[in-house]
């Protein structure tokens, strides 16, 4: 390729998909594409009302407090890395919003991320990021979600 010396040889089947490949096939399907434990605090709208939670420690010393209460995180954790788009679209949300969160990370080149869930159809649900509608999302994981936050607030 260009003036480079190395020879690159790929399968004929690799070419086929490499070739076949669109800008959706190489696009994130993950709603929160920084890794969990970047995340120091959360804030989480769900029904009207806004809940924090907040972290303290690094690594595997984090704890995540909900007002004074130390709480863990596993199933929320798990339940936001489960938001993957089944597909992309453009769309502007026209129905009620489900969940929304402002994830704040440990960067200094994206210190947040908001996730808007939005119902869409009995099946997806319209994910909105950083204000831009992105993708559609299994309702069924927007529930685990929910579910997963009503553990920790209620």
Known sequence: MGDSEIVYQITGESYEKLIAA?????????ALTADFTQVTGLDITLEGTVYNLTSEGNGEDKTFRFGEEEVDVADLQSALEGLTADSFTQEEPTQKEEIALTV???SEVHPSVQIQLYRYDGENCL???DGEPVSLIPRSAVVDLIEAVNAIVL
């Not at 669109?22 to 993950?30: A, F, I, P, Q, S």
């Open 127 to 129: 994910a909105v990021i």
């Open 104 to 106: 704040y990370l440990d």
């Open 22 to 30: 669109g800008y959706d096939d190489l696009r994130h399907k993950e």
